[in-house]
T-cell receptor, first 116, second 109 residues
């Protein structure tokens, strides 16, 4: 069982280009999340999905979009990348959304993105 | 606003005990999580507290006081592999996790 996979592992991107970060989980978790992690800051939620077919905005959604066509996949798209989107991006999933011990989030290995 | 505070960095000696504190102010409370994150890797789940008191799991223990908005992670018998960042996260009223910036723990021989 792989858990959560992300692709690519790292990417250097020219400003203005479109980029999709991929995330796939095989745990049949209902909820999925995208975070960015920047030095000196906590993980910040970009978008989330409580179940297939639904998505919601997190703390820092501007410049990003997501879709959740099925349970396993949750791609994150940067429509027109800017240097401030340089960060490490983590995808996570949990059995169910919300608080509680059953909602422990499990993380993918991350994508290191540099926008020049 | 919502806020999670942790020390930025701590240093401890191999074999010793270290306590990492976390204070929080959030809109609502739906549990507190501790995660470990080694450099260049993903966060991994360590512990979860929703009721006041101490939860023990091997060398790691986590304590919660909801009235004080306070938690700590206690690591015993420190090993070199415990060198990592430790992240505190709180579930808020919207059931989203609010994350602290993490505490970098340096273990010296």
């Amino acid at each position: 069982i792989a858990g959560i996979t992300q692709a690519p592992t790292s990417q250097i991107l020219a400003a203005g280009r479109r980029m999709t970060l991929r995330c796939t989980q095989d745990m049949r978790h209902n909820a999925m999340y995208w975070y960015r992690q920047d030095l000196g800051l906590g993980l910040r939620l970009i978008h989330y999905s409580n179940t297939a077919g639904t998505t919601g905005k997190g703390e820092v959604p501007d410049g990003y979009s997501v879709s959740r066509a099925n349970t396993d996949d949750f791609p994150l798209t940067l429509a027109s990348a800017v240097p401030s989107q340089t960060s490490v991006y983590f995808c996570a999933s949990s059995d169910s959304p919300g608080g509680g011990g059953t909602d422990t989030q499990y993380f993918g290995p991350g994508t290191r993105l540099t926008v020049l | 606003g919502q806020n999670i505070d942790q020390p930025t960095e701590m240093t401890a000696t191999e074999g010793a005990i270290v306590q990492i504190n976390c204070t929080y102010q959030t809109s609502g409370f739906n549990g507190l999580f501790w995660y470990q994150q080694h450099a260049g890797e993903a966060p991994t789940f360590l512990s979860y507290n929703v009721l006041d008191g101490l939860e023990e799991k091997g060398r790691f223990s986590s304590f919660l006081s909801r009235s004080k908005g306070y938690s700590y992670l206690l690591l015993k018998e420190l090993q070199m592999k415990d060198s990592a960042s430790y992240l505190c996260a709180v579930g808020d009223s919207n059931y989203q996790l609010i994350w602290g910036a993490g505490t970098k723990l340096i273990i010296k021989p």
